[in-house]
């Protein structure tokens, strides 16, 4: 999908949305709901601790949940634009490597979260 380059670019200055979902999942882990998220606009997203994602290992550059990480992390460069819409991240250097028609075919359920995510109409069920 992704010839992701493990550069962490991503994972700097994250404004990643949860879903109820992934923070269910984060706390089954172990970590409580406020080491790990902020509230921005009413939404949570991941917290930034020194100008990265809280669960970067600065040292390595690897994701400390990295088989549990939240949903937008999955998908990502796919990114929530505006008014329903998704596309790709520039700022990736991966972000060439990306079919986004591809991405979308395979993953509708994750497009979907990410966009009812973004907008704050998720169900806590979903």
Do not use: Q, W
């Not at 998704?86 to 700022?91: I, N, R």
């Not at 591809?102 to 907008?119: A, D, Q, T």
Request: a positive charge; glycine letters at 8%; proline letters at 5%.
């Amino acid at each position: 999908m992704v010839k992701c380059l493990k550069c962490g670019k991503c994972c700097i200055e994250t404004r990643m949305p949860l879903s109820h979902r992934d923070i269910e999942r984060i706390e089954r882990l172990g970590y409580e709901k406020g080491e790990f998220t902020v509230i921005v606009n009413g939404k949570f997203i991941l917290r930034n601790i020194n100008g990265h994602c809280y669960f970067l290992n600065p040292k390595n550059m690897k994701c400390k949940i990295y088989e549990d990480r939240p949903e937008g992390c999955r998908i990502y460069p796919i990114v929530y634009i505006e008014d329903g819409y998704v596309g790709v991240d520039d700022e990736c250097p991966a972000s060439k490597t990306v079919d986004i028609r591809e991405i979308c075919k395979k993953k509708p359920r994750l497009i979907k979260l990410l966009i009812e995510v973004e907008k704050g109409r998720y169900e806590e069920d979903n």
